[in-house]
């Protein structure tokens, strides 16, 4: 196959899906993974797509409307995350109440946890069952199961959130922008977020570079209203916002 060939392929693909990783791109044009890597590096340097750690993203030039499924997210820009996930742990006190979003980037938090006193709550089954092997206090949201994101959503959720008042939260999100704020592609999973951040004290958005200035269907959270915390800024505009911190990652 001829690099244009493939390029449109891997358009065609991207732009599909919104997220893939290399090994999915390996797989659909059935050549090697260096291969694949240096026409991800071309094309993001065309500006046709976004590449991240693992994988590429679709430009946003239109809202997204479909979420990646969380097996797939949780390969994409993976050090990011971690150094994220890291310093957001660092941030946890003794006697927190914590709200736990689902998402991949909240997933990896829970391995870095070095305050296991603190209560937490939940949204995600998956998130439930790593908090409780780390000999965690853990509460779970009740309602309806999204496949994609395995995300507890719906009314009985946001109902039990309205209980609850969090010392902080920890949120993922599909887009960060100061004049959107923070949105996702599900309504249902928005009403969630939007009502877990209304119940924090403190509110953090866990952020990849990927997701800066992109912009998904429905905004859970003002920009001003949470802390970002993102890696690897892009974008200088963003750090002189007081709410954004930059870690090394």
């Keep these: 196959m001829l690099a244009e060939e493939r390029y449109n392929e891997i358009l065609r693909l991207v732009n599909d899906k919104k997220t893939v990783t290399v090994q999915e791109l390996t797989e659909q044009l059935d050549t090697s993974e260096s291969t694949i890597r240096r026409d991800l590096t071309a094309l993001h340097r065309k500006g046709s797509l976004i590449k991240v750690h693992g994988g590429a993203t679709a430009v946003n030039l239109e809202p997204m409307t479909k979420d990646a499924s969380l097996s797939v997210r949780r390969d994409l820009n993976i050090e990011e995350k971690v150094a994220i996930a890291r310093h957001a742990a660092s941030l946890m006190e003794k006697d927190d109440f914590v709200y736990m979003d689902a998402g991949s980037s909240v997933d990896l938090l829970i391995d870095h946890i070095a305050e296991p006193d603190a209560v937490f709550v939940t949204n995600a089954i998956g998130h439930a069952q790593k908090l409780l092997k780390k000999g965690c206090r853990v509460y779970l949201l009740g309602g309806e ?105």
């Design 145 to 249: 199961l999204k496949e994609t994101t395995e995300a507890i959503v719906g009314a009985e959720a946001i109902e039990s959130l309205k209980k609850y008042n969090f010392t902080k939260g920890f949120f993922g999100t599909n887009g960060v922008s100061r004049d959107k704020g923070f949105t996702t592609p599900d309504i249902t999973e928005a009403l969630v977020k939007e009502k877990a951040v209304s119940q924090c004290r403190k509110s953090y958005i866990l952020s990849d570079s990927s997701k800066i200035n992109q912009v998904s269907s429905v905004t859970f959270a003002e920009f001003d209203g949470c802390t970002v915390v993102t890696t690897r800024l892009n974008d200088d505009s963003y750090r002189s916002c007081r709410n954004v911190v930059e870690v090394e990652g």
